[in-house]
């Protein structure tokens, strides 16, 4: 299984400073990085960061989640196919929400060849201060982030006086208080921190294990394999039964009478199935908080 990060980040917060440095640290470590760069925008200047000989693949336009997540899945494939590493790291843009960063990440397709190991997410402590200058959307994304993070990085320390840098520490343990926070400049960050996560919620035969993250498992994915066919409408009264921390699943769903398992999406609350003629493994990947306690459809 190939391990990936998701570096999340607020714009401008240092995501690339800390992709330079964490690439630098598994090339001396002798491990093989890939990476897809997220941009919001059409020219493609962070990418320049990263070496020739590090594969590369651009989201243009902030298409890693939402109605890129396809696109997204099309890269991880064809990395997959093309090029030999050990690490996959997807810097996602500033402006988008880590759920559908990870929901994006994660298809049924790849799922088994993928450990999510967690999302970094560096905060600017200095945007953190002055905050209520953002607009409410913009400032309500940045706490979004926070509160999903894995791993937080409190960046821009030297900035702050040492009271200011208590009160962010602070602050940001109350929005997220399952994340460990290194306080640091310029993006640095320890490549064991990133090693010691696990955001894939892991379902062996003998029953949970345990996370690796905090005392108990956030947001996490979990991939499930359906064992027997359902009724759309006896699936969706199961997906409608679960809690509301569940954000997303997507998957193929062996319905009765149809020949190849459907594809079905749900996300915020509705649901999609589309017809799938070619005959994919029936499982599904759900995304959501404290996932792995879940009961799934079929089990006794």
Same mark, same amino acid.
């Given at each position: 299984?190939?391990?990936?990060?998701?570096?999340?980040?607020? /714009?401008?917060?240092?995501?690339?400073?800390?992709?330079?440095?964490?690439?630098?640290?598994?090339?001396?470590?002798?491990?093989?990085?890939?990476?897809?760069?997220?941009?919001?925008?059409?020219?493609?200047?962070?990418?320049?960061?990263?070496?020739?000989?590090?594969?590369?693949?651009?989201?243009?336009?902030?298409?890693?989640?939402?109605? #890129?997540?396809?696109?997204?899945?099309?890269?991880?494939?064809?990395?997959?196919?093309?090029?030999?590493?050990?690490?996959?790291?997807?810097?996602?843009?500033?402006?988008?929400?880590?759920?559908?960063?990870?929901?994006?990440?994660?298809?049924?397709?790849?799922?088994?060849?993928?450990?999510?190991?967690?999302?970094?997410?560096?905060?600017?402590?200095?945007?953190?201060?002055?905050?209520?200058?953002?607009?409410?959307?913009?400032?309500?994304?940045?706490?979004?982030?926070?509160?999903?993070?894995? /791993?937080?990085?409190?960046?821009?320390?030297?900035?702050?006086?040492?009271?200011?840098?208590?009160?962010?520490?602070?602050?940001?343990?109350?929005?997220?208080?399952?994340?460990?926070?290194?306080?640091?400049?310029?993006?640095?960050?320890?490549?064991?921190?990133?090693?010691? /996560?696990?955001?894939?919620?892991?379902?062996?035969?003998?029953?949970?294990?345990?996370?690796?993250? #905090?005392?108990?498992?956030?947001?996490?994915?979990?991939?499930?394999?359906?064992?027997?066919?359902?009724?759309?409408?006896?699936?969706?009264?199961?997906?409608?039964?679960?809690?509301?921390?569940?954000?997303?699943?997507?998957?193929?769903?062996?319905?009765?009478?149809?020949?190849?398992?459907?594809?079905?999406?749900?996300?915020?609350?509705?649901?999609?199935?589309?017809?799938?003629?070619?005959?994919?493994?029936?499982?599904?990947?759900?995304?959501?908080?404290?996932?792995?306690?879940?009961?799934?459809? #079929?089990?006794?």
């Amino acid at each position: 299984m190939k391990d990936v990060y998701l570096f999340s980040g607020f /714009l401008g917060s240092g995501k690339t400073s800390m992709l330079t440095h964490v690439l630098k640290q598994l090339k001396e470590k002798g491990l093989k990085p890939a990476v897809i760069m997220n941009e919001l925008g059409k020219l493609p200047f962070d990418s320049q960061a990263v070496d020739e000989e590090i594969p590369l693949k651009e989201m243009l336009e902030g298409c890693i989640c939402c109605s #890129g997540a396809e696109k997204t899945e099309a890269q991880i494939q064809s990395l997959l196919a093309d090029s030999e590493f050990d690490v996959l790291i997807i810097e996602t843009t500033g402006a988008a929400h880590p759920v559908e960063a990870l929901d994006a990440v994660y298809s049924p397709l790849f799922a088994e060849s993928l450990n999510i190991k967690g999302i970094v997410t560096v905060a600017d402590s200095k945007l953190w201060l002055e905050r209520a200058k953002l607009t409410p959307q913009v400032r309500s994304l940045f706490i979004e982030q926070i509160r999903h993070a894995h /791993l937080l990085l409190a960046n821009k320390m030297d900035l702050l006086s040492e009271a200011e840098q208590a009160k962010v520490v602070f602050e940001i343990q109350g929005v997220n208080p399952n994340a460990f926070i290194l306080q640091t400049t310029n993006g640095r960050v320890p490549l064991n921190l990133l090693e010691n /996560l696990q955001a894939t919620a892991q379902t062996p035969k003998e029953g949970i294990q345990s996370a690796k993250i #905090g005392t108990h498992l956030h947001l996490s994915s979990r991939l499930i394999e359906l064992k027997q066919s359902f009724s759309q409408e006896e699936f969706e009264q199961w997906v409608r039964s679960l809690p509301s921390t569940v954000y997303r699943i997507k998957g193929y769903v062996p319905i009765e009478g149809i020949r190849t398992p459907m594809l079905f999406q749900y996300a915020y609350g509705l649901v999609q199935w589309i017809p799938e003629y070619i005959s994919m493994p029936p499982k599904i990947v759900m995304i959501g908080e404290n996932i792995q306690q879940i009961e799934v459809i #079929g089990d006794k």
